[in-house]
Every structure is written in C-alpha cells, then in structure tokens.
C-alpha cells in the first residue's frame, strides 16, 4: 500500500499523518492532560470517581513512596497485577513518573505463569491484589523481587465503605486465601508516606522502554513486547486523530469492561482518553453481567469498548436491553473477530454500530480501525496514520491488492522488539521495520482491510485453505448458536477435516443434524464439517477470546489415546 492511499482513500477530515514525537514521552501526556482536566473525572470504580486533579496527586505520591523508599532506580521493572480498580492508574502513572518500566501481569495468573514473567522481565518489585497474594507468597523466593505493594478491593472507597466492601470480599466472599507476606507494604500506606515528599519526575527519552506487555502465551513460551514512550504516545495520537470528530474533549464517558492490563483497554482507556480527559468507567468484573449491567444503568455512557463474546452476551441480556442507549454514540470492538451476526444484534439492541479495528500486542496495538462514520462490516477498517499495512506470500514476496497473504504492518506504534529475544524479535520485524503479523488478510480495492483468519489456526482440506472465521461466522446465524469455533482434526484422506464445537442458546434446542444441514446451505464442499460437539461452555482467554489451539489440543490428546 502507497503513502498515496491516504489521499486518494482515507475519509475527508482525518489526519493522514501524526507527530510521534510531539511529546517526548507518557509523563508529558500525563501532566499536560491532568492540568487542563483537573476538575474533570478520569476514572469511576465502585461507586468512587477520581477527577485528573487527583489522579495526578495520588500518582506522585505513589511516585514519591518508590524514590523515597525503595531502592528502585529509573529502568528497572515493577510488575502491576491489578483487575479493572482504581488503584490500577494509579500505580501504574506513578510508576512511569519514577521512571520504571510497567511489568502488566494478569491476576488471573498461575503461580507458574507468575514466576516465569517475573523472572523474564526482571522485575524487582510488584504490585498485586489480595486475593492473589498467596500465590506471590509462593512465588517470590524463586524471583528477584525486593519490594511488594498489596492492595484491597475496595482500599480507595472512603471510610465505612472501604471496610465493608473489604470485609465482604474477605469474609463473606472469602476471596482472599491466606498469605504472609510481612514485609509488603499496604497500597494507603504507600500513598501517606509519600504525601508531601517531592516527586523527581522522570524524563525519559521517547525510545526508552514504557511497558513490557507480555503475549498471550497461547503459543509457546510469553514473550515481553517492549513498548516504548514514543509507541504509545504514537498510538494515543493515531487513536485521537480518527475520534478526533466522534469524541469530544472532556465529557465523554466510557465503559471500559475489558481489562485494564490487556494492551487494548490499556491504551484506550489509560492513553488515549487521558489525552483528551474523558471519563473511564472501570468494570471490576465483566463476566458477572448482572452487576455490570447494574453499573451501566448508573450512566448516560458514550462510548462502549467490548469484543464478540461480551456484545453477545450482553444483547441476550433482557435487563441489558432495558438499558438507555441514547447518548451511545461509539462502540469499539477489537481483541478477536468481531461475527458480522453480533454486529447486527448489537446495532438491533443499542442503535450504535459497531466499529471493528485491529491489532496486536506488538502495534501498541492499535493498527488500522473503521471510521465510525464510514464503517464497513466484515473489515477491520483502514490503517490509522502514518501507518502502513502490506500483504506477503510464505517466501516474503509483496503481493498486490486483493490478493490473500500474511499481513505486514509499518508505522511508530510497532514495538521496538522482543524483551531479551533478539532471535524473535528478526523473525517478527525485518530490516525495513515491517511486522509480520501471523494473521491471513487482504487489502481490497477500496483500500479496507480484511482478515481471513490466523495464519497458524488455517485448516488445511485435501490442499484448500479452509479459515475458521468463515465457518464461525456462518455458524453465529444458526437460530439457537451462542458460541461456535471450527478446529481442523486430523483426517487419513483429506489431511485435515472440520470438528464444529457449538454452545446452545440457554432455553433452546439444537441438533447435529440442524448444524450441518446449515453448514451444508451456506459452505462448498470442502468447507463443511465433518463432526460437531455440543458443549456447555468453551475455553477462552481472561478477555474472552476463545482458544481454539486448547480445543485441538484435547483433540490430539484423544486421538494419541485411541492409538
């Protein structure tokens, strides 16, 4: 794709081009951001609103605790393991403005997985929740983190509040095992020593380190993405320039249910809605839609950031369908295929389009999105500015519009490679700074961007290319479907063959017979599967992408038994 796509494609209005370095890093952002916005709230959690004024205040004081009372120095690693809470920016600001590098660790974790990220960033220090101090108890002696910081759910609620809701966590819940961790020190502990002591904020300069954003691990071994300053604010600026005339400064509020250490949410909510001070409404806990949906009910919201599986469980939601939708007026969806049925429901539901983009870890991730008034379902949009995507075949070669190939990826928000693996970082990025993505696309002639499905996921029939995102989506339009995913098992005449998985609607009915006759209506021959498996639930990763590597995992497994 040519530097002329933006002016010959790209729609009237919209910056073709952004500054990366217009700031030299996220403390500048930071700082212009809190003091226009001062008085504007930044980020809502259980009932408490903190405004940029405060936020800036609260983060130099956790700022002010790391220079004043550790050791740690600018570079060094802090790991931040904290769902969807307040305390989350501000331990994760604070930590910018003493100059470490964010460590975003899932508190879903695994002791295991734990340790092997802590010990691969190098992380000296860590912030986590109660409920998964236990596992830190465990872990930590076999890493090199010095310092703790722990904190409670409800820790920024005033007075009877923090207590109650900390006491029903505890007690009532009994969310929080056991720990001893006697030297960790308690988050409102940090904050009081570090009240009124000065903060040294840091500079660092725009290719230095920000965050270490660790890959999902669905695939090997997770590697650290290393995000620099100048990623991220590239990113918050190419985010800003096309919602630029959808998003006011300021007065937007927007629901944020997907996790905040995910780099999606991280960079949306955190970044880019810092830059332009517009309100974050924190969902601790998505996957309880009663309480969520309680919580939008206390809104007139904006802006709605989600995925496939969460629109649609929302829009099965009879209380969620009673919701005010009419101030909605941006629904953004990323992280996994956005079924073009979901799309449809959703606008059904809300009277919102939904707006697909796309990404990695590796782009900051934001990479190209669709215009929200020139959206195109079934495409992930266009590239963001001063952005570039092409299409290469397996041995590397260009290919040309509206030919099917590995997505490549050029522009500011690409990661500056690997933490500690040079040997993965040239597999991904070559000498020209192009990323290959794993993901099979296609650039159309009205310079849309679609994307066929994961390279690695492809299922190979008798040598035709068969993507599961296409079988999905035709799977999602089967009255009764509520989740499917298409895995190709091994097969003696064909190579591979098609297995469906299928969760049924709760209250319906479906029968094999029903899935493949419907897949029989509306797929070629080689595309339709050959069994189907009703489950009650699929495996999904914490922001509820499903695992289809998990599925053909036990498929193997099954198969290696038989024999």
């Given at each position: 794709?040519?530097?002329?796509?933006?002016?010959?494609?790209?729609?009237?209005?919209?910056?073709?081009?952004?500054?990366?370095?217009?700031?030299?890093?996220?403390?500048?952002?930071?700082?212009?951001?809190?003091?226009?916005?001062?008085?504007?709230?930044?980020?809502?959690?259980?009932?408490?609103?903190?405004?940029?004024?405060?936020?800036?205040?609260?983060?130099?004081?956790?700022?002010a605790?790391?220079?004043?009372?550790?050791?740690?120095?600018?570079?060094?690693?802090?790991?931040?393991?904290?769902?969807?809470?307040?305390?989350?920016?501000?331990?994760?600001?604070?930590?910018?403005?003493?100059?470490?590098?964010?460590?975003?660790?899932?508190?879903?974790?695994?002791?295991?997985?734990?340790?092997?990220?802590?010990n691969?960033?190098?992380?000296?220090?860590?912030?986590?929740?109660?409920?998964?101090?236990?596992?830190?108890?465990?872990?930590?002696?076999?890493?090199?983190?010095?310092?703790v910081?722990?904190?409670e759910?409800?820790?920024?609620?005033?007075?009877?509040?923090?207590?109650?809701?900390?006491?029903?966590?505890?007690?009532?819940?009994?969310?929080?095992?056991?720990?001893?961790?006697?030297?960790?020190?308690?988050?409102?502990?940090?904050?009081?020593?570090?009240?009124?002591?000065?903060v040294?904020?840091?500079?660092?300069r725009?290719?230095?380190?920000?965050v270490?954003?660790?890959?999902?691990?669905?695939?090997?071994?997770?590697?650290?993405?290393?995000?620099?300053?100048?990623?991220?604010?590239?990113?918050?600026?190419?985010?800003k320039?096309?919602?630029?005339?959808?998003?006011?400064?300021?007065?937007?509020?927007?629901?944020?249910?997907?996790?905040?250490?995910?780099?999606?949410?991280f960079?949306?909510?955190?970044?880019?809605?810092?830059?332009?001070?517009?309100?974050?409404i924190?969902?601790?806990?998505?996957?309880?839609?009663?309480?969520?949906?309680?919580?939008?009910s206390?809104?007139?919201?904006?802006?709605?950031?989600?995925?496939?599986?969460?629109?649609v469980?929302?829009?099965n939601?009879?209380?969620?369908?009673?919701?005010?939708?009419?101030?909605?007026?941006?629904?953004l969806?990323g992280?996994?295929?956005?079924?073009?049925?979901t799309?449809?429901?959703?606008?059904?539901?809300?009277g919102?389009?939904?707006?697909?983009?796309?990404?990695?870890?590796?782009?900051?991730?934001?990479?190209?999105?669709?215009?929200?008034?020139h959206?195109?379902?079934?495409?992930?949009?266009?590239?963001?500015?001063?952005?570039?995507?092409?299409?290469?075949?397996?041995?590397g070669?260009?290919?040309?519009?509206?030919?099917?190939?590995?997505?490549?990826?050029?522009?500011?928000?690409?990661?500056?490679?690997y933490?500690?693996?040079?040997?993965?970082?040239?597999?991904?990025?070559?000498?020209?700074?192009?990323?290959k993505?794993?993901?099979?696309?296609?650039?159309?002639?009205?310079g849309?961007?679609?994307?066929?499905?994961?390279?690695?996921d492809?299922?190979?029939?008798?040598?035709?290319?068969?993507?599961?995102?296409?079988?999905?989506?035709?799977?999602?339009?089967?009255?009764?479907?509520?989740?499917?995913?298409?895995?190709?098992?091994?097969?003696e005449?064909?190579g591979?063959?098609?297995?469906?998985?299928?969760v049924?609607?709760?209250?319906?009915?479906?029968?094999?017979?029903?899935?493949?006759?419907?897949?029989?209506d509306?797929?070629?021959?080689?595309?339709?599967?050959?069994?189907?498996?009703?489950?009650?639930?699929?495996?999904?990763?914490?922001?509820?992408?499903?695992?289809?590597?998990?599925?053909?995992?036990?498929?193997?497994?099954?198969?290696?038994?038989?024999?």
């Amino acid at each position: 794709m040519t530097d002329n796509f933006w002016k010959d494609k790209y729609p009237v209005g919209v910056a073709s081009e952004i500054d990366p370095d217009e700031y030299q890093n996220i403390q500048a952002v930071l700082r212009q951001s809190c003091e226009r916005f001062a008085d504007k709230p930044a980020f809502s959690n259980l009932g408490k609103t903190l405004t940029y004024g405060e936020l800036y205040r609260l983060s130099g004081e956790f700022a002010a605790y790391l220079q004043h009372h550790t050791d740690l120095q600018p570079g060094d690693r802090i790991a931040v393991q904290l769902p969807n809470l307040i305390q989350y920016p501000i331990v994760v600001f604070g930590a910018m403005r003493a100059g470490l590098i964010v460590v975003n660790t899932n508190p879903l974790y695994t002791a295991r997985e734990m340790e092997h990220q802590f010990n691969d960033a190098g992380a000296k220090a860590l912030v986590c929740l109660a409920n998964m101090a236990h596992l830190a108890e465990d872990v930590l002696p076999r890493t090199g983190i010095k310092h703790v910081v722990i904190t409670e759910v409800g820790d920024m609620l005033a007075g009877l509040k923090r207590l109650l809701v900390n006491a029903v966590v505890k007690h009532v819940k009994k969310m929080v095992p056991a720990y001893s961790l006697p030297r960790a020190v308690k988050l409102n502990d940090a904050l009081a020593l570090g009240r009124g002591k000065t903060v040294r904020d840091a500079a660092p300069r725009s290719d230095e380190v920000a965050v270490l954003q660790y890959t999902g691990g669905t695939t090997g071994v997770a590697k650290g993405a290393m995000l620099t300053h100048r990623n991220i604010v590239a990113n918050m600026l190419q985010c800003k320039a096309l919602m630029g005339s959808n998003l006011d400064e300021g007065s937007e509020v927007l629901i944020a249910p997907l996790p905040l250490y995910h780099i999606y949410a991280f960079t949306f909510h955190c970044m880019a809605m810092m830059l332009s001070g517009n309100h974050n409404i924190l969902i601790t806990n998505p996957r309880d839609l009663p309480a969520m949906i309680k919580d939008l009910s206390r809104y007139r919201f904006s802006g709605f950031v989600g995925l496939n599986t969460l629109f649609v469980a929302l829009c099965n939601s009879e209380d969620f369908r009673k919701l005010d939708f009419s101030a909605l007026k941006v629904t953004l969806s990323g992280g996994m295929a956005l079924q073009l049925a979901t799309a449809e429901r959703w606008k059904q539901v809300t009277g919102c389009s939904i707006c697909e983009g796309y990404g990695l870890t590796e782009t900051s991730p934001v990479a190209s999105v669709n215009p929200i008034e020139h959206i195109q379902l079934g495409t992930i949009g266009i590239p963001v500015p001063s952005t570039l995507f092409k299409v290469v075949n397996d041995d590397g070669q260009d290919l040309a519009q509206g030919e099917i190939g590995e997505l490549c990826i050029k522009g500011p928000q690409v990661m500056k490679g690997y933490w500690q693996r040079p040997e993965a970082t040239a597999e991904v990025i070559d000498a020209d700074g192009w990323f290959k993505t794993g993901d099979i696309g296609v650039v159309q002639q009205d310079g849309y961007i679609r994307i066929v499905d994961r390279k690695k996921d492809m299922i190979l029939v008798s040598g035709f290319n068969v993507y599961p995102n296409e079988l999905e989506d035709v799977l999602a339009n089967l009255p009764g479907v509520l989740q499917g995913a298409a895995i190709g098992v091994p097969d003696e005449k064909s190579g591979e063959a098609i297995k469906l998985f299928v969760v049924v609607k709760p209250g319906e009915s479906l029968t094999k017979e029903q899935v493949m006759q419907h897949m029989h209506d509306n797929l070629t021959g080689y595309k339709r599967p050959k069994a189907v498996e009703f489950r009650d639930s699929l495996p999904t990763t914490n922001v509820g992408k499903i695992l289809r590597r998990e599925l053909r995992d036990e498929e193997l497994r099954k198969l290696g038994h038989k024999q």
